[in-house]
Each structure stands twice: as structure tokens, then as C-alpha cells.
């Protein structure tokens, strides 16, 4: 892993890519609110919100990777449902992400979370500031208040 808490994403050159970082984001809706989590202190991004998920590993489907990172991260499982968009973004200093963005239904709400997430809450989209939101998240995010307008 890269000191920024994603592997490495050039060879030592940093103009010189040697690819992305596919993650998986879960759409979970309650009403009209969808969840978010916040970043802890000390890791990338920290204390902005997102929506929860993570790193889809090599040979692993988008699907399982957020099974996967929802349980480790939030503590409950998580039935993906639908793929809704495909974002990419450039970290400037950090990586290219591709964001798969799938909608999911939570198996229970009674989160027991990981040491990398500080928060949980539950949001219209339209009254979250872009600005507290993870960069590589907000396209989406604009798409939603967009929908619910």
C-alpha cells in the first residue's frame, strides 16, 4: 500500500500510471434519505463523507467486493441490487478511481463500526454540501439531487 492507503498507481514515475482503482459504492436508501459514512482522522480524505465502500480486489466482482467491505467497515451485510453509474475521478495526488455505484439493502441497521469510519448518518441529497463530501463522490451525488428535484 501506498502512504496515502491506496496501493501504488505509477512505477515510480508519477506521470506514468500503471492503472486504477476500481471500488464499489453502496446506495442505500431509506425513504427519501440515503447513507453515508465518514472517514475517520488519519486516514485519506479524513472526516469527508462518502458513500460507504471500498476497493474492488483482482478477480473479485463489484457485487462481492462491497458484501465484503460493508461487513468489515459497517458491520452488516448488504444485498447489492442494481449497478446505477460508473464514475471515474483523478485524485491529484492520489489515484484515478473508477466508482461503481450499485444500489444495496441492508440486512439490519445496527452498525458496529470499523476504526476507518467515524460516522454513519442519514441524508437527503440535497442538503449535503458537496464540500464534505469525497471528491470522486460528488458527480454522483449531483446526479441524485438532480433525480430527487
Known amino acids: 500500500m501506498a502512504a496515502s492507503g491506496y496501493p501504488p498507481y505509477h512505477d515510480g514515475h508519477p506521470g506514468r500510471r500503471i492503472g486504477r482503482v476500481q471500488v464499489a459504492a453502496a446506495v442505500v436508501w431509506e425513504g427519501d434519505r440515503v447513507l453515508l459514512a465518514q472517514r475517520s482522522p488519519g486516514i485519506p480524505n479524513p472526516l469527508l463523507w462518502e458513500f460507504p465502500g471500498g476497493r474492488i480486489e483482482p478477480g473479485e466482482s463489484a457485487e462481492h ?13 448488504v444485498t447489492p441490487r442494481e449497478l446505477l453509474a460508473v464514475e471515474i475521478h483523478d485524485y491529484p495526488h492520489g489515484p484515478e478511481v473508477e466508482i461503481h455505484f450499485l444500489h444495496c439493502l441492508l440486512a439490519d441497521r445496527q452498525f458496529r463500526l470499523a476504526p476507518e469510519v467515524q460516522a454513519v448518518r442519514w441524508v437527503r441529497p440535497a442538503e449535503v454540501d458537496p464540500a ?9 451525488l449531483a446526479k441524485l439531487v438532480d433525480r430527487q428535484a
Not at 467486493?65 to 451485510?77: F, M, N, P, Q, S
Not at 464534505?132 to 454522483?140: K, L, M, S, Y
Request: aromatic share 4%; charged share 25%.
Open 132 to 140: 464534505t463530501v469525497v471528491a470522486g463522490d460528488r458527480a454522483f
Open 65 to 77: 467486493a462491497l458484501a465484503r467491505e460493508i461487513h468489515e467497515e459497517l458491520g452488516v451485510a
